[in-house]
């Protein structure tokens, strides 16, 4: 057949294939970021500027570079202002600025944080930066036992009208599962201004250290089992909202690619198999993905995005609880076990 058409749109970029590597180191660097675009990614997440950290330097360069006393008029001069001190939020800008001039892909700016406090000022320092979009990461546990569901969506829907009113920039919010009603709250977010939302974020669980009796952070690369989820929801989804969708999370293969593409996604974002395998692995992603479709004679990803959505999947009800009991009803004992 003719050539595959790869090109997708996501939150109006027109990029040239679904592959987008999500917010990870490789984006530190600008000789890993290149590696990136020449294996094939068509746009690229930067690392995420996150809140506390910005708020733990405004703090530090308060205490030791704008009241630096030292208790003696005569020696102030000992600790003097650095004018050419660079916090972390100047760095991601100069950084912004530098993935600009040497990709040609779009850079998606990464913001993680759940105040409103300077983040709607930081949205704009990036728009000017040349930020293509922004990626809004707000990762908030609700542990308030007088907190409702509604405070905790009020809190998203109150940050991104607040930066909506400030860039001219498409932004996506990446949301966690942990939502009572997801299309309803999609729907609030589509209605306020959000040109995507990515599913889903993955809270990084603490573990416990039974020997020393510690909680300590602990990292679980995600799994291709991992993206079931956002499929799964992206293809309830999928023609409901007018919203561009990202699947984050578990994708890992072409296999993983060509599922949420069925399902209904725009883009796949990938990290795990980038730090695992390196950048050349979107290499293999994509001729897999490009082998498969023209396998099934498929010209292009908008003629496969959504063909297995629950809008258009022969069995609709596969991707509600029926599933659930489907699943249940079809496990089956090993070989001589009695039940």
């Known amino acids: 057949m003719s050539s595959i058409d790869l090109s997708t749109n996501y939150m109006g970029l027109k990029l040239a294939n679904p592959l987008v590597p999500s917010a990870s180191p490789l984006t530190r660097g600008l000789d890993s970021a290149r590696r990136l675009e020449d294996a094939g990614a068509s746009a690229v997440v930067m690392y995420s500027l996150f809140e506390e950290e910005l708020r733990y330097e405004e703090k530090m360069t308060e205490r030791f570079l704008i009241h630096q006393t030292i208790g003696h008029p005569e020696a102030d001069s000992f600790l003097p202002f650095d004018s050419h001190f660079q916090q972390g939020l100047d760095q991601y800008l100069e950084h912004l600025g530098a993935l600009k001039d040497t990709l040609n892909i779009p850079v998606i700016a990464s913001l993680n944080g759940i105040s409103l406090d300077g983040w709607v000022e930081n949205g704009k320092?990036?728009?000017?930066?040349?930020?293509?979009?922004?990626?809004?990461?707000?990762?908030?546990?609700?542990t308030d036992l007088y907190e409702s569901?509604?405070?905790?969506?009020?809190?998203?829907?109150e940050l991104l009208r607040a930066l909506r009113r400030q860039v001219n920039i498409p932004i996506a919010m990446k949301l966690s599962p942990y939502f009572s009603a997801l299309p309803h709250f999609i729907r609030e977010l589509e209605n306020e201004g959000a040109d995507a939302v990515a599913l889903f974020n993955r809270f990084y669980q603490p573990d416990i250290d039974i020997d020393n009796l510690q909680i300590i952070p602990q990292l679980h690369l995600s799994t291709s089992a991992d993206a079931l989820l956002a499929m799964r929801w992206i293809a309830i989804l999928y023609g409901r909202v007018?919203?561009?969708?990202?699947?984050?999370?578990?994708?890992?293969?072409?296999?993983?690619?060509?599922?949420?593409?069925?399902?209904?996604?725009?883009?796949?974002?990938?990290?795990?198999t980038l730090l695992l395998h390196g950048p050349e692995q979107l290499t293999r992603i994509k001729a897999g993905l490009t082998a498969w479709m023209e396998q099934h004679e498929c010209a292009s990803v908008k003629d496969m995005k959504g063909r297995l959505s629950q809008q258009f999947c022969p069995d609709p009800k596969s991707f509600e609880r029926t599933n659930y009991l489907a699943v249940l009803d079809s496990y089956s004992s090993p070989a001589g076990m009695r039940r």
Do not use: P, Q
């Open 125 to 142: 320092l990036l728009e000017d930066a040349g930020a293509d979009a922004l990626e809004l990461n707000v990762y908030y546990l609700d």
């Open 149 to 157: 569901n509604m405070d905790v969506e009020n809190r998203y829907l």
């Open 242 to 272: 007018k919203l561009s969708m990202a699947a984050t999370g578990g994708v890992h293969t072409a296999d993983d690619v060509i599922k949420l593409l069925l399902s209904g996604a725009d883009v796949t974002h990938l990290c795990a």
